[in-house]
């Protein structure tokens, strides 16, 4: 869910504009989204195919659908079932909206379901109790879905992860089974004429054996989309808006962590506006051990990037004392990130007579995702995972103009944009574990400023990663922390 204009009560707006700049010249594929554990998976496996994946909330209005311009669309899994009632549904003419457009649909276990309950097909619950895990299926001959497979007796069979407590009781008229598990429920179905297809099974988790071969081959074969979502490209086209956004002689404040995000945005930005980016780093009293002064060694050493450190340590451990619930500390953490750069703006207008307009941040698309509160009511869909300190819990008085370059972008698309020869991160950078903007405050339970929590936390974490380094396990592992318990 992409924003580009502000928040409303403190969280991302779900009437949020769309970038229809990356809609009118990539092929997308929409993923609506209906509550399950892996629709950020989903929406990563269609990128790692170069085709660019766009995440909505499953109860999306038709506006936002058609404003997305999608070339195919996937319909996430999700833990309702579509028979009870206030079960999320697609919105009203959606099934309408993609038959005049031919665009191909894919459900994926609730997804699936959905589909053939809208269009007026039968789905009960699971006299067994349904199927979970790992399990075997079989695909007839002369489907679509399968048709990159080869089998030397023409019936695929495959393992797949299984996890539904829900099955078809009928199909919806111009549907056929194309697979059934060993225990003969149905568990992929299709109906080529109208090109919607559903999956009873996860594709795109590593259990399912030819998970990816089963995607790819609806992103290419069945929607035809092209492959044009590529890190040269983002890159192009990410200067391009930066020129188009910031006039010649506008200053910019980078909110500058250490982490490898806010670092690859900020050489991003440093390669259009040189002189005119200064970069924050601020301790705000959360950091790990001796964080500060090895961040800003490495900035001056390795990026020579103009980086002002600002100690806000006593203001921002006085702002939290007293604080347990982890969402308060986001967001007093992310209103008090905001009193600084609103600080040095003023700081920078006294003395050269600058007023930065913009505030650069490195946003990434998983932290807009998880800082979204949940479309509707009850269990309909994703609930908020957290809300970022750089998304929820930004005030709405801004006083800036925000520039968010990653924010379409994953983890791992990061880390490759930092290693493009044109940016040429340091790797020390692109490696880093991820550390959370709230720092060290997420990782005390309890008030932060009680006892001396901050202090043995630092020192455990420095004597725990270490050790992995030390046992060159550090680059294998995706992240390593200690986190306090308030335990006596």
Known sequence: MSRSDGSENGHVSKKAKLDKGLHAVHSVCLVLDYGSQYTQLIARRVRENNVYSLLLPGDADMDRIKDANPRAIILSGGPNSVHIEGAPRVPAGFFEYCQSKQIPVLGICYGMQLMVQQLGGIVHQAADGGEYGRMVIRASGGSQLYAYDSSEHGVPKESVWMSHGDSIDKLPEGFQPVATSEQGVIVAIENQAQRYYGLQYHPEVKHTDRGMDTLKHFLFGIAELKADWKLENILEEELEKLRRQVGPQDHVICALSGGVDSTVAATLVHKILGDRLHCVFVDNGLLRYKEGERVMETFQKQLHLPVTRIDDSKRMLALLKGKTDPEEKRKTIGGGFIDVFRGFAITLKSKHGIKPKFLVQGTLYPDVIESCPPPGSGQKHSHTIKSHHNVGGLPKDLDF????????????????????????????????????????????????????????????????????????????????????????
């Open 401 to 488: 103009t925000l520039i968010e370059p990653l924010r379409e972008l994953f983890k791992d698309e990061v880390r490759a944009l930092g290693r493009l020869p044109q940016l040429n991160v340091p790797e020390a950078f692109i490696s880093r574990h991820p550390f959370p903007g709230p720092g060290l405050a997420v990782r005390v339970l309890g008030d932060v400023t009680e006892g001396d929590a901050l202090d043995v936390l630092r020192h455990v974490d420095e004597v725990y990663v270490q050790t992995i380094r030390d046992y060159d396990l550090y680059d294998k592992i995706w992240q390593a922390f200690a986190v306090f318990l308030p335990v006596r």
